[in-house]
């Protein structure tokens, strides 16, 4: 094979990871680069092409790859465009698989982040062998990417499954990176988290570790430390936040009778704090025909490796 390999690149709201694969999927070499430091779209593909030039040399040129394969919020597997991302630092539509073509001189794809992560899940992971799925990355923001009977759902324009989008609270919601108010994106991401505890402190006199930090520095990974040493207030946040999405997966389900639902990004790591309350609150609102049929799973692939692969799997088809 004159090109054996292609490039995997998952952009996240915070980093963005990207690296080398091999015909038979193994990720051969990986780095990373901050996303969220670039206000600049030009200086941030600038940035890729001195870090990614590194793992290419290292395996043997420019010639040796066949094409890049993006994953990217509100990425658009039919035009190449990143369209009004919200939790990226340009706005607007960035012909990005074009400007990641034009620097390398090697063809470009791109499809949505939670898209690819999925077809990395479907071909390597928990979804191995499974036809109809429903991936959710709870990251930054929540992604989702929808498998049926094989094939990940695009839609008309190329953007079906904005799960994270859908209204799981209709009056006096949160507002949303997208300017829509009551997103699940906004309970339910690491941000969401966030939000949730800043709530609960204010609103309440209840005693917790969380409070040792300022409101405003407050992180998941912070409100999971605390719950891990029984701080209550933390485990009421990992319910409440299970609460919002279990009964958001029951509606999920109604659309396209996956037979898993997977988790997968930073707020998975949470384990039982955020799966138990989510499968609870599925099934006390699940229509009777799906009760107890769909599983709720977490990915089984490396956090960053899940969504390199698959979008290193566009590029070969390219």
């Given amino acids: 094979m ?4 292609v490039v995997g690149m998952d952009m996240g709201g915070t980093n963005t990871v990207f690296g080398i694969v091999d015909a038979r999927g193994t990720v051969i070499s990986k780095s990373a680069i901050k996303t969220s430091t670039h206000d600049d779209v030009n200086l ?3 940035d890729i092409y001195v870090e990614l030039m590194k793992l290419i040399n290292t395996a043997g040129g420019i010639e040796k790859i066949k094409g890049i394969g993006i994953g990217a919020p509100n990425g658009n597997y039919y035009t190449g465009n990143i369209e009004f991302a919200p939790n990226l630092p340009w706005k607007g539509v960035i012909p990005f698989a074009n400007l990641m073509a034009d620097k390398f001189g090697i063809p470009a794809a791109l499809t949505n982040d939670a ?16 036809k109809n799925f429903i991936m959710i990355t709870l990251g930054t ?22 799960l994270g989008h859908v209204n799981v609270m209709r009056n006096n919601g949160r507002l949303c990176g997208c300017g829509r108010t009551g997103c699940l994106e906004a309970y339910a991401s690491a941000t969401g988290v966030a939000r949730s505890a800043r709530e609960i402190l204010e609103t309440s006199n209840k005693l917790s570790l969380l409070r040792n930090i300022p409101s405003a520095d407050i992180t998941s990974k912070d409100v999971f430390d605390a719950a891990m040493q029984g701080d209550e207030v933390a485990k009421e946040i990992f319910n409440f936040t299970g609460k919002i999405l279990g009964e958001a997966f029951s509606d999920f389900v109604a659309f ?40 709720v799973l977490f990915s089984e692939l490396k ?15 390219i």
């Fill in 44 to 46: 941030y593909i600038n």
């Fill in 256 to 295: 396209s009778a996956p037979e898993a639902i997977i988790l997968f990004g930073g707020l998975s790591k949470a384990g039982d704090l955020i799966l138990k309350p989510i499968v609870e609150n599925m099934e006390k609102n699940m229509l009777n025909i799906w009760k107890g049929k769909v599983k």
């Fill in 141 to 162: 923001g929540v992604g989702s990417g929808i498998v049926i009977d094989g094939k990940v759902v695009y839609g008309h324009d190329g953007f079906a499954g904005e």
């Fill in 303 to 317: 956090e960053d490796d899940a969504a390199v692969l698959g979008a290193s799997a566009l590029a070969w088809e």
């Fill in 2 to 5: 004159n090109k054996p390999y």
């Fill in 115 to 130: 898209n690819a992560a999925a077809v990395g899940e479907m071909t390597y992971g928990a979804a191995h062998g499974m």
